[in-house]
C-alpha cells in the first residue's frame, strides 16, 4: 500500500511563494503523481500534475504559469512549487498517487494554504 506524507504549506501573502512537497512510500506508483485543491464550500480542483519520467507536466488552467510542478524520482517525490499567489488559491491541497486517473489514486491527508492579501 502506498502512503503519501504531504509537507510545505503555510500562510503566505498574495504575491508571495509556498513550496509543498509530497513523497511517495510503498509499492511503485501509477503513471503521473500531482495534486488537487479544495476551497472552502467549493469542490475539489485539479491543480498539477507530472510524469514520473518527468517528462509531462500538466496543470489546471488557474494555475498555468504562476505554478510548476516537479519530479524526484529517486525520491519518489513530487514538488509543486506556487508563485504569485492569490487569495483565491486559498484551500487546503491534497497530494494524489494517480492524478491523472478518473477517479484519481490515493490521497493524501491535505495540506492548508492560506494566502491573504
Known amino acids: 500500500q502506498v502512503q503519501l506524507v504531504e509537507s510545505g504549506g503555510g500562510l503566505v501573502q498574495a504575491g508571495g511563494s509556498l513550496r509543498l512537497s509530497c513523497q511517495a512510500v510503498g509499492r511503485p506508483l501509477r503513471y503521473a503523481m500531482g495534486w488537487f485543491r479544495q476551497a472552502p464550500g467549493k469542490e475539489r480542483e485539479f491543480v498539477a500534475a507530472g510524469t514520473w519520467t518527468g517528462h509531462s507536466t500538466f496543470y489546471g488552467d488557474s494555475v498555468k504559469g504562476r505554478f510548476t510542478i516537479s519530479v524526484d524520482n529517486a525520491n519518489h517525490t513530487v514538488f509543486l512549487q506556487m508563485n504569485s499567489l492569490k487569495p483565491e488559491d486559498t484551500g487546503v491541497y491534497y497530494c494524489?498517487?494517480?492524478?491523472?486517473?478518473?477517479?484519481?489514486?490515493?490521497w493524501g491527508q491535505g495540506t492548508q494554504v492560506t494566502v491573504v492579501s
Open positions: 494524489n498517487s494517480d492524478a491523472l486517473s478518473t477517479p484519481p489514486g490515493l
